[in-house]
């Protein structure tokens, strides 16, 4: 099978680690230094199911609750990493933003997204609990995990889970394996 070509945008605020994760996953190392980014493209092979895919990410500028969403991250995108900090309340706040705008641009009920809570490495300046991700990752029908790119952990799951929803979201995946009455 050929590789399929996935685009994937990580969007969040501000200093909640976007390009870490990005870096992390890409590169397999974390980056202690905070340099802002303007906009990064990173890319990756990796097989999923049998699947090669072949991931564009686009590691964004921090957003605000004031940002305009920009178009180009509505467009030839086939999923989202939305990403806040579990010591911000701020960033939390505006990954809502975000995905009220997603929504908005794109005209679409449902998105193929995964709520990210980072830093879990800094669990003793937690102000986010995992509750309240677990229940906003509901509201939205979206996967919810949460990260500590410094410690490698669960940052593969991401972009993994993420190509699995968008192509249940393509129609691509069957999901009767776990129906019990079909």
């Known amino acids: 099978m050929p590789s399929k070509q996935r685009k994937i945008a990580v969007m ?3 200093s909640v680690g976007k390009s870490s994760l990005s870096i992390q996953f890409v590169e397999g190392q974390f980056v202690d230094s905070y340099d802002p980014t303007i906009e990064n493209t990173f890319t990756k092979s990796t097989r999923i199911n049998s699947q090669d895919y072949e991931l564009k990410l686009v590691d964004t500028a921090g957003q605000d609750e004031y940002s305009i969403f920009p178009s180009q991250y509505s ?12 010591t911000s309340a701020k ?3 505006v990954v809502k933003s975000i995905y009220e705008k997603l929504l908005d641009i794109t005209g679409k009920e449902h998105v193929p997204v995964v709520l990210v809570g980072n830093k879990t490495d800094l669990h003793m300046e937690r102000t986010i609990l995992y509750d309240d ?9 979206a996967i919810f995990l949460e990260t500590s790119a410094k410690q490698h952990s669960s940052v593969s799951e991401i972009f993994h889970i993420l190509l699995t929803e968008i192509e249940k979201a393509d ?12």
Request: with cysteine; net charge neutral.
């Open 12 to 14: 969040g605020y501000r």
């Open 171 to 182: 129609g691509n995946v069957n999901e009767k394996a776990n129906c019990t009455v079909c």
């Open 91 to 93: 960033s939390f706040d």
């Open 133 to 141: 991700g677990r229940r906003l990752a509901d509201e939205w029908k």
């Open 75 to 86: 467009i030839d995108v086939h999923g989202y990493v939305l990403v806040y900090s579990i």
